[in-house]
């Protein structure tokens, strides 16, 4: 599990990035943890560091890249 920053945000916690397997890693309210693949590090810079880091994922990642659970 990669280093991951706390974000401020209605739905997600904390979010970080494997860069060795081009994940990002976004940990949501709940306490799920996501994992998007293939997410590009300048992708996953800009989500990151996203002035609403929810609209970001439903806009860009959501749409874009495969999604599994991983906690």
Do not use: C
Not at 51 to 64: C, M
């Amino acid at each position: 599990m990669p280093e991951m920053q706390s974000v401020y945000s209605s739905h997600v916690n904390k979010v970080g990035y494997d860069a060795d397997s081009h994940e990002l890693i976004v940990e949501w309210d709940t306490g799920r943890v996501s994992a998007y693949e293939g997410v590009p590090p300048d992708v996953a810079s800009e989500a990151m560091n996203a002035w609403s880091i929810g609209s970001f994922l439903n806009a860009t990642i959501k749409k874009q890249y495969r999604h599994r659970y991983v906690g």
